[in-house]
């Protein structure tokens, strides 16, 4: 089953820099189940993924560092297990032990997951103290 995301203005987080690099989440995502098939398909979503961790990760860390957010401490911890997740799906695709179609498949359940529980849960509680 293919259900491409379509970004949605109830989506945003109030911060344009964060809203851009959810879209480029959500554009991932798309772009893994379009292609999926693809040789080295998943090994260029890992370094995507891994970027995104650098890149954005720290960047709303930092923002909600930065506003005095609350619950900051709570949030670093889902980051942390998106983290360990990335570092045990990456082990998984490298011992072999897998087909890709099924770490991409498991890739894509989990990315979905993710928009759902973090970015339109976790990230829209820092809303109204970060825009
Ligand atoms: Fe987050």
Avoid: C
Avoid at 58 to 87: I, Q, V
């Amino acid at each position: 089953m293919n259900t491409r995301i379509q970004w949605q203005d109830s989506y945003s987080v109030g911060v344009p820099v964060l809203d851009a690099q959810h879209r480029h989440l959500i554009r991932l995502i798309n772009l893994l189940e379009d292609e999926k098939q693809k040789d080295g398909m998943i090994a260029h979503v890992f370094d995507e993924l891994d970027a995104y961790i650098r890149e954005h990760f720290r960047a709303e860390e930092r923002m909600m560092e930065e506003a005095g957010y609350p619950d900051l401490e709570e949030h670093k911890g889902d980051h942390k297990a998106f983290n360990d997740w990335l570092s045990s799906v990456k082990i998984a695709y490298d011992s072999g032990g897998a087909s890709s179609y099924y770490i991409a498949e498991s890739v894509i359940a989990f990315l979905k997951n993710w928009l759902v529980s973090h970015i339109l849960v976790t990230d829209m509680a820092y809303r109204s103290h970060l825009s």
